[in-house]
């Protein structure tokens, strides 16, 4: 019985550190694809078609960015986006362009902090 309990704490022990090992490796992977969704969604929104992104008024880089966007973006998204395609952006700027584009109905509030184009 004795060799067996031996066994067994071995097998336990071995076990449990294969399971944090895995938790690890799991929050790193969904970390990579967090961190890769943003990169895609960031490089989508950047290329305008025809035309670069800092040659348009901050309004209409705004309006072109949500457009191209898979979903509703946050004044955070929109300025590093904004900033990703070479038109410096901070939060609280894009935050004055968003309240003149709501009120033109350009862009339109979907839930608390989260913005799309009209």
């Known amino acids: 019985m ?4 031996g066994d067994l704490e071995r097998v336990e022990k071995s076990l449990r550190e294969a399971e944090r ?3 690890r490796i799991g929050a790193r992977i969904e970390g990579l ?3 890769r969704d943003a990169l895609r969604k960031l490089a989508e929104t950047a290329v305008i078609p025809g035309q670069g992104i800092e040659e348009l008024t901050k309004a209409e880089a705004i309006v072109t960015l949500l457009k191209g966007a898979d ?10 986006a904004m900033t ?12 004055v362009y968003i309240d003149g584009l709501l009120k033109a ?3 339109v509030r979907v839930q608390r902090g989260q913005y799309r184009a009209a």
Request: net charge negative.
């Open 105 to 107: 109905g350009r862009v």
């Open 84 to 95: 990703a395609a070479g038109k410096l952006s901070t939060r609280n700027g894009v935050s």
């Open 71 to 80: 979903g509703p973006m946050t004044l955070g998204d929109i300025a590093e």
């Open 21 to 23: 090992e895995r938790d």
């Open 33 to 35: 694809r967090a961190e």
């Open 2 to 5: 004795d060799d067996y309990t």
